[in-house]
Structure formats: C-alpha cells, structure tokens
C-alpha cells in the first residue's frame, strides 16, 4: 500500500510539474535602442495546453518601469503548445528601465512573469544630416628629385 501511495504521489507530482506555463526568454528590439526608435518585445513561451493565442495586451508605463500585461486564451487539448509573441512598446526616453512581462490566461490572473533590466540611449542623430554633394578634387603633390 505504502509503494503505490508512493508511486501515485509521484504521477501528480509530474503532472504538476509539466502543466505549468513558462516564459522562456524576453527580448528587446532592437539591441542597443536609442530614444529615437521604435521599440519592441519579444517574449518565448510555452504553455501546458493547446492553443495558445495571444487576445490581448495592456502596457503600463510607470516612470522608468514598463509593465506588459498580456491576455493568452488557452485551448483544451493536452499538449504543449509554443507561443512566440512581438509588442511594440514604442520609443522611450533615454535611461535605464526595468520590464515586467505577465502573463495572463483565460482561466486565471497572473500565472507566470519575468523581468529584464534594458537601457535606452541618447540619440547620437549620426547620418541625419541632409547629405550635400561637395566635389572631390585630387591634387597631385609634385616632388623635386635629389
């Protein structure tokens, strides 16, 4: 009795470890942002049941902190399902920021978050400058001979 209790507490104990939501990366777009660009997130997940579709999101700008909440509806099928997903964010002022990525899915609030620390810099505006057309002109250097 006390091997089957043993055996069957194992079995729950891997359905529970397998039936949990993952973020397996965030990414910021571009690498090195600067205030002048667009940026962008992207978040690797992988969920316990398929499908898993991406509704909805809500982004929470808090000084020097970006919250992305968003909203996964999520299938009935057992199996894993691999979700890869890009919000835009915008462009942010220069400094460093913290981003707080939540995922929330149809049938529960806040299951699984992560975080990453990115920094925006100041804009450098190199190659911006209208570009003026200004002829090169060789002039050769005549040497005397000795």
């Known amino acids: 009795m006390k091997k089957l209790f043993?055996?069957?507490?194992?079995?729950?104990?891997?359905?529970?470890l397998f039936a949990q939501n993952y973020i397996d990366s965030l990414k910021i777009l571009p690498n090195n942002p600067d205030s002048t660009i667009s940026i962008k997130v992207v978040c690797y997940a992988t969920f316990p049941?398929?499908?898993?579709?991406?509704?909805?999101?809500s982004?929470?700008?808090?000084?020097?902190?970006?919250?992305?909440?968003?909203?996964?509806?999520?299938?009935?099928?057992?199996?894993?399902?691999?979700?890869?997903?890009?919000i835009t964010i915008g462009s942010l002022n220069d400094g460093d920021y913290k981003l707080m990525y939540n995922v929330n899915t149809s049938y529960d609030s806040i299951v699984?978050?992560?975080?990453l620390y990115f920094t925006v810099y100041t804009s450098t505006n190199i190659g911006?400058?209208?570009?003026?057309n200004h002829p090169l002109k060789f002039i050769p250097i005549l040497q005397k001979k000795t």
Do not use: P, R
């Open 6 to 16: 043993i055996f069957f507490s194992l079995i729950i104990a891997n359905m529970a």
């Open 49 to 57: 049941s398929s499908s898993c579709n991406l509704d909805s999101v």
């Open 59 to 86: 982004i929470i700008f808090e000084s020097f902190k970006v919250t992305i909440n968003a909203y996964y509806t999520m299938g009935i099928a057992s199996a894993f399902c691999n979700s890869t997903d890009t």
């Open 128 to 132: 911006e400058e209208k570009k003026t």
């Open 112 to 115: 699984v978050s992560d975080s």
